[in-house]
């Protein structure tokens, strides 16, 4: 499972993500959309930092990633 809660970003004093909050239960499908410049790739670098040092396995078809 992944629980991110109240995720909140901002550059150069700029707010780019405020009080995001998100799960994703183990089996399921998961969808990050939206249009550009509106923090999909933010969200995902935070998960990334999140995860740090934490054995884990992301499978992206085709890719495979350890």
């Given at each position: 499972m992944i629980e991110m809660?109240?995720?909140a970003?901002?550059?150069a004093?700029?707010?780019v993500l405020?009080?995001?909050t998100y799960e994703v239960k183990e089996q399921e499908i998961f969808g990050l959309i939206g249009p550009s410049s509106s923090g999909?790739?933010?969200i995902i670098n935070i998960l990334?930092?999140?995860l740090?040092?934490?054995r884990?396995?992301?499978k992206l078809e085709p890719l495979l990633l350890k």
């Open positions: 809660n109240n995720i970003k901002s550059f004093g700029k707010s405020s009080n995001v999909k790739t933010t990334h930092i999140s740090i040092g934490i884990v396995t992301i």
